[in-house]
């Protein structure tokens, strides 16, 4: 069965850090470019980051970009989000998903979707 | 374009068709056949069901069905069952964002 795992979530205070971690099974992870996507509790979707099958071709959300750092290591079929300097509007329930090709930037869909983790950033 | 526009509900009874829609820009959907549909049911992860405006992954019922004119995209139930309450989201590429999602639409079945 397809699956992916999302971890790493919980309470953190503004200006700290938190490491998700996604698990991928059921599939040859390193075929697919994997995504990042966060939503905030009654509020929509929102694309965080992207890294490519082989980490040469990554993107981030303009509100995201230069705190969060998006990693895969394929030996372990795992997918990263390290997040720092994290602010009260980072506050969202994060989802690891797929991308159909192992390459971005051409289908600009996700055809598999974990069930996510939550990340409270609080006072 | 901070988020496509979806209507918050849309409801139906059994076996009636019901239409959700999804307006961008020309940035987005007007722009580019690159529009997907998702169905998510509370707790759970949410489920391609649409992708490329109007094809459908291998496994969902052709009860599903997509299209675009112009500004809106549009995802059709036909045949509306009980198990098809869940909320639906679409997803755009956006030349400006690279993606944007649909703020959400909330399905009944009365």
């Known amino acids: 069965e397809v699956q992916l795992v999302e971890s790493g979530g919980g309470w953190v205070q503004p200006g700290r850090s938190l490491r998700l971690s996604c698990s991928a099974s059921g599939f040859t992870f390193d075929d697919y470019a994997m995504h990042w996507v966060r939503q905030v509790p009654g509020k929509g979707l929102e694309w965080v980051s992207s890294?490519?099958?082989?980490?040469?071709?990554?993107g981030y959300a303009g509100s995201v970009k230069g705190r969060f750092t998006i990693s895969r290591d394929n030996a372990k079929n795992s997918l990263y989000l390290q997040m720092n300097s994290l602010r009260t509007e980072d506050t969202a329930f994060y989802y690891c998903a797929r991308d159909p090709s192992p390459n971005l930037y051409r289908d600009y869909y996700m055809d598999v979707w974990g069930k996510g983790t939550t990340v409270t950033v609080s006072s | 374009q901070s988020a496509l526009t979806q209507p918050a509900s849309v409801s139906g009874s059994p076996g009636q068709s019901i239409t959700i829609s999804c307006t961008g820009t020309?940035?987005?959907?007007?722009?580019?056949?690159?529009v997907s549909w998702y169905q998510q049911h509370p707790g759970k992860a949410p489920n391609l069901i649409i992708y490329g405006v109007h094809d459908r992954p291998s496994g969902v019922s052709d009860r599903f069905s997509g299209s675009k004119s112009g500004y809106t995209a549009s995802l059709t139930i036909s045949g509306l069952q009980a198990e098809d309450e869940a909320e639906y989201f679409c997803l755009s590429y956006s030349s400006s964002t690279t993606y944007v999602f649909g703020t959400g639409t909330k399905v009944t079945v009365l």
């Open positions: 890294v490519s099958w082989d980490s040469d071709t990554v």
């Open positions: 020309s940035s987005d959907v007007a722009g580019y056949n690159l």
